[in-house]
């Protein structure tokens, strides 16, 4: 099996894999001082088990486990006994070693991992229709949620990609495609190579341009037609 290890403490994650060490079985892969840097792993590696702390600044390792669509099987590791018997309302969660460890509980998780057969599903998936309403954007290594129903359009600027919202604008380094893969199709359409709108959003339309609240935005003469194709005309 092959696992992360995600903890501000540097002695907490020495001590997580120096017990997995210990399990014949059971490769760390890589260690993580905080959830955001685990979360852009995760997006590109496949990962039998987390290790996961629960408190952590800035992203708590509940949030993390919210945050996951389709998690593998999560241990966490605690001080904190109080959350004991919250943990199990998130059915990613397998075990819960508070700390400090010992070789013995550790070994018994192990086995409670390997003798979960079928892959567990996260909350989060349970309430996919809602989750699938939000969009997480890294702003200095922060997760910012955003409702996909607030936003306006996203500007294509360079290395980066500004995400406008009726109260706020958003510089984010990604790219204009990468983001389109995770906007609905229903509501979200690209009308320049520089653009992507929520054309429920408009407001008038004018010879190639359109109007988003204070927004004028270029049409393309290539994506005029399925712009049109979209609205409901009279």
């Known amino acids: 099996m092959t696992c992360i290890i995600i903890d501000d403490e540097a002695a907490a994650r020495a001590v997580v894999s120096q017990l997995c060490e210990q399990v014949p079985d059971l490769d760390v892969i ?13 997006n590109q590696q496949n990962i039998d088990v987390v290790f996961l ?14 945050t996951l669509k389709n998690p593998p099987k999560i241990v966490l590791t605690t001080s904190d006994t109080n959350f004991a018997i919250a943990a199990y309302e998130y059915e990613a969660i397998v075990d819960y070693l508070v700390k400090p460890i010992t070789l013995e509980r550790f070994e018994k998780s192990i086995q409670k991992i390997k003798n979960t057969a079928v892959r567990p599903v996260s909350k989060a998936e349970n309430v996919a229709s809602d989750t699938e309403k939000d969009l997480y954007i890294n702003i200095d290594r922060r997760l910012i949620k955003l409702k996909i129903d607030d936003i306006l359009l996203i500007e294509a600027k360079g ?39 929520n054309f429920t959003k408009i407001i008038d339309i004018e010879d190639n341009s359109v109007l988003i609240a204070k927004n004028v935005v270029p049409i393309s003469r290539s994506n005029r037609p399925e712009l049109m194709r979209r609205l409901n005309l009279l």
């Open 30 to 42: 890589e260690e993580f001082d905080n959830a955001i840097d685990a979360l852009k792993f995760l």
């Open 159 to 197: 290395d980066y990609i500004e995400v406008k919202t009726d109260t706020e604008d958003y510089r984010v380094h990604n790219t204009l495609k990468s983001i389109k893969e995770k906007l609905p199709e229903k509501t979200f359409l690209q009308i320049h190579r520089s653009y992507i709108i």
């Open 53 to 66: 702390d629960i408190h952590m600044p800035g992203f708590t390792g509940v949030d993390f486990v919210q």
